[in-house]
């Protein structure tokens, strides 16, 4: 059974350490994967910016993401009505048990409860199995995004029923 809770300040270091566990198989991937690795090894500081929801499977946390609102702050490539995602993750252990879908959907419920006209996240190609998940939940990339480290990102975006503009051009709307 999955439990799907709101993030505490004391899953902080379990967050963390769950982020390098999900990322360190693109270690390769990433040009500056010491810098890269910095950043994601501080997965808990993005509760700033959202709201960190986590997963716990058998007493552990098992995923993580973070979901930021609309008319929040986020990276210029999204509009700022939209509800995005970040930093999805599950721990190696614990895929294929439908944690990355489960995590998705809280977010696309707090972004329907939030009134998004729409939902998005970035993500590379890298990710062989998160991508088309996304997809499959009805993302359509519209636009590039920038590449981090070497990896490049594009923009994907779910219309929630306000967003019809979003057409999937290549080019933000």
């Known amino acids: 059974m999955v439990l799907i809770r709101d993030y505490q300040p004391r899953d902080a270091a379990q967050v963390d350490a769950l982020a390098l566990r999900a990322f360190d198989e693109f270690r390769n991937d990433f040009v500056d994967w ?98 088309p998940m996304y997809q499959r939940m009805g993302f359509h990339k519209v636009a590039d995004g920038p590449a981090i480290h070497g990896v490049a990102y594009g923009i994907y975006v779910k219309d929630l029923g306000g967003a019809a503009e979003c057409t999937g051009s290549g080019q933000l709307p």
């Open 34 to 131: 010491p810098a890269f690795r910095k950043k994601i090894a501080n997965m808990s500081a993005l509760g700033s910016l959202g709201e960190i929801i986590v997963a716990e499977a058998d007493g552990e946390i098992a995923g993580a993401v973070v979901y930021i609102g609309p008319g929040a702050p986020k990276a210029e490539f999204f509009r700022p009505e939209w509800s995005v995602m970040r930093m999805l993750v599950v721990s190696p252990e614990a895929r294929g048990r439908g944690i990355g879908r489960i995590l998705a959907e809280e977010c696309l419920r707090r972004a329907k409860r939030d009134g998004a006209p729409a939902f998005a996240l970035h993500t590379s190609e890298l990710m062989k199995v998160a991508l």
